[in-house]
């Protein structure tokens, strides 16, 4: 047992079915009285009605796109300004989480958002309320002090602790209509946080414990959400799942296939979960090793190679993309290069150098 560790989690979780329709008295347990919802269009619509019924709610910023946009956090930094918000909604997937952590964090600064972005200015002092409302059972943003934001083709990962919701309302009915293949790319998402917290250099004994669990409920349960999105015990157990992926890197951070993400997502225009994907069965066989075995033993698995072929089994089941030879033209060294100097590669129990990212792609042309 290790005695030499930090767990830090300050994020008031409230965990249940029918969960979001308490945000009124959620928001009146933290004082806010004014709010911005940050949303995708898809569910633009309803947190429109929601405006009409709830004063607090006086502005809804409804285009967060699936890779989020600098300008998307502009725009709702602009709206909290303009009706004096104290809080920001964010409801969706990572996206919209991270466009309202994003638009909270400056939204009482006076320099511009690209200087935040770029690191030139520090974040502002006084910050915005963050509720964080997940409608996507993978990316765990909402107990994260992360905030991935693009900026037309750059796309930056800012790790601040000015960005960790105040609260986070799971509720697995806003997941019970996620389309199937979005199911898949998300629970996929999440079964990466969970291995990767577990496999990084910087892994500790509360993280460790939520991953394995994690690990657990998407192997029992993702195939079935996957299958049939109405079965709610499936989606309770992957938004519980999420979570606990949330949670478990939250504090150790991703590590290789997470790095290999970046570059897949922003070349050759992967969504976030099928990104990480695409390397995840890959990088169990390289980071095989004792622990990897007794993950897999306590989750209910004979090892990790049952573990990387099932992953396998669930990418070829949603028709996700696992080879080179379904991203068109690759340029393998751009590829390699980018994967190998990003920043979580560092996080990687097994060195991943150039020459080693190449022989583990060239086994995926």
């Known amino acids: 047992m290790a005695h030499d560790f930090i767990y830090t989690q300050p994020v008031k979780i409230f965990f249940g079915e029918g969960k979001f329709g308490q945000l009124g008295s959620i928001m009146e347990e933290l004082g806010v009285q004014r709010c911005v919802i940050a949303c995708g269009r898809h569910f633009a619509p309803e947190a429109r009605a929601m405006q009409e019924k709830d004063s607090r709610i006086v502005a809804v910023f409804g285009e967060v796109e699936q890779n989020p946009q600098l300008s998307g956090v502009v725009e709702t930094a602009r709206l909290c300004r303009e009706f004096n918000a104290d809080a920001v909604v964010g409801v969706g997937g990572g996206s919209s989480i991270d466009t309202a952590k994003f638009a909270a964090a400056i939204a009482k600064g006076d320099g511009e958002a690209i200087e935040y972005y770029h690191g030139e200015k520090p974040f502002p002092a006084e910050r915005l309320t ?139 225009h992967l969504p976030h979960g099928e990104a990480c994907a695409f390397t995840l069965d890959s990088f169990v066989r390289i980071n095989a090793d004792e622990r990897l075995e007794e993950l897999c033993h306590r989750a209910g698995l004979t090892g990790t190679e049952e573990l990387a072929e099932r992953i396998a089994a669930l990418k070829k089941l949603a028709g996700l993309r696992s080879r080179l030879s379904d991203l068109g033209e690759v340029n393998m060294e751009k590829l390699c290069h980018d994967c190998a100097v990003h920043g979580l590669m560092n996080n990687n129990p097994v060195h991943m150098d150039e020459a080693a990212l190449r022989a583990m792609f060239e086994k995926l042309a």
């Not at 986070?168 to 979005?182: E, K, M, Q």
């Not at 946080?193 to 577990?198: M, P, Q, R």
Request: glycine share 6%.
């Open 130 to 268: 963050i509720i964080a409302v997940p409608t996507t059972a993978g990316t765990g943003s909402e107990v994260t002090q992360v905030s991935v934001v693009s900026h037309g083709s750059e796309k930056r990962t800012i790790n601040n602790p000015v960005f960790m919701p105040k609260a986070a309302i799971v509720d697995p009915i806003l997941s019970s209509t996620v389309p199937p293949r979005t199911t898949m790319n998300t629970g996929l998402d999440a079964l990466a946080h969970a291995l990767e917290g577990y496999w990084s250099k910087n892994h500790q004994p509360i993280s460790d414990l939520m991953a394995v669990e994690a690990v657990r409920l998407v192997m029992q349960n993702l195939e079935t959400a996957y299958r049939d999105g109405s079965n709610m015990e499936a989606r309770a157990n992957m938004a519980y799942a999420s979570l606990l992926g949330g949670l478990s890197f939250a504090n150790p951070k991703t590590a290789g296939c997470h790095a290999c993400s970046y570059p897949l997502s922003e070349d050759y």
